[in-house]
């Protein structure tokens, strides 16, 4: 199934102790946002996807365990670090499996 997705809003979040991407877009006239945000450790990690649901507010859909993608992004104080490189294709996995959750 081929899904029309427009972005319309991206953010970049970044500190000594944690950085972050989150994308909000617009899929067969629902509106997702995915965050994902890469903390020191596993604890302080995480990657939630919501619909905004009637009346205006936002609905989870699923998450991603921060383990299964934790050990492939680097450090938050690397040198250098690209917070929209390392964890843009988390977002976009978890925006991909919330259009096939909702059947959109």
Known sequence: MHHNVTTIDETIGQDPDRYSYEATVEANGNIIRA??????DVS???ATVEVL???????????????SWFSKTS????PGLNPSRELRPI???LINRAINILDL
């Open 91 to 93: 977002v976009s996995n």
């Open 35 to 40: 965050k994902v945000v890469r903390g020191p």
């Open 53 to 67: 649901a009637r009346p205006r507010t936002w609905s989870q859909v699923t998450a991603q365990n921060p383990g």
């Open 75 to 78: 450090p938050p104080d690397r």
């Open 44 to 46: 302080r990690s995480r």
